[in-house]
């Protein structure tokens, strides 16, 4: 009988390989360099499939030169049929048809890998970067059957329809998502006022509260990509989705509080302070890594 990659995927355990599917950003900081920079950092293994080029820096995206959704399938096939995924993370996805493309590409290539979905839908500075005609499009085809989603507020107003304003409205989005097919649902808590940040994660088996003081800094350039790769690799290398989430909480803030002071906007958060503070990175990680 032949083995299937999928088979030897299960046969070998996590191994911290984590395909990433989204954009990339000229200045660094946010999209698949700060997704690879987080998935390395962490202990795993980061495998791309660009769908996009955007020109941007600190102050804002000037451009976006998207990839031909058949070059992004090819992608993924690529490294699925040889290196293979432990687990796979969305970004940015452009438009209709290349999230179309990406869903059909998952159900075909990859229908039991954990998938963790960044709705991407605004950058920090506030340019758009998914079109409305893609937003149904990822209510209907992403979300279903996704292991993870992390909206931040706005981003889980618009596909929920729920106002989120607070707690309650997090709790209220993050129930919505887990009803249109979603197994868990992380509703960020930055874009909510209040001198505490509180992320709401809500699985089928109930909800859990992770929260911290607002820290006052304009280094939040690539934040939700970072939070949610960071996920996906613990996710990766065997930690349960609640010790995922922390372990990446607490690597963003640190890599928030060291940020380098790059750019003259929303500038990049520091994702190799494990690699000059080894010492601080194993204690963080042996509070999270798998029994």
Known sequence: MTQTKQDTQKQDGPRGRVLIVAGSDSGGGAGIQADIKTVTALGGYAATAITALTIQNTLGVSGVVATPPKAVRAQMEAV????????LKTGMLGDKLLVETIAEAFEDLARTIPRVVDPVM?????????????????RRLMIPGATLVTP??????????????GINGQRR???KLLEMGARAA???????????????????????????????TRATHGTGCTLASGIAAGIARGLSLTHAVALSRAFLVEAIQRA???GQGNGPVDHGWPSRDPEAFATLFAKWRPA
């Open 260 to 262: 380098p002071g790059l």
């Open 122 to 138: 605004v950058a920090t500075s506030g340019d758009v970067l998914l079109p409305q005609g893609a937003v149904d499009a990822v």
């Open 152 to 165: 931040n507020a706005p981003e889980a107003e618009v596909l929920t329809g729920k106002a989120v304003d």
């Open 186 to 216: 992380l509703v960020k808590g930055g874009h909510v006022p209040g001198d505490v940040i509180v992320d709401v994660l809500a699985t089928q088996q109930g909800e859990h509260f992770f929260d911290g003081p607002r820290i006052d």
């Open 173 to 175: 989005a993050a129930e």
């Open 80 to 87: 699925l049929k040889d290196i293979g995924a432990d687990v």
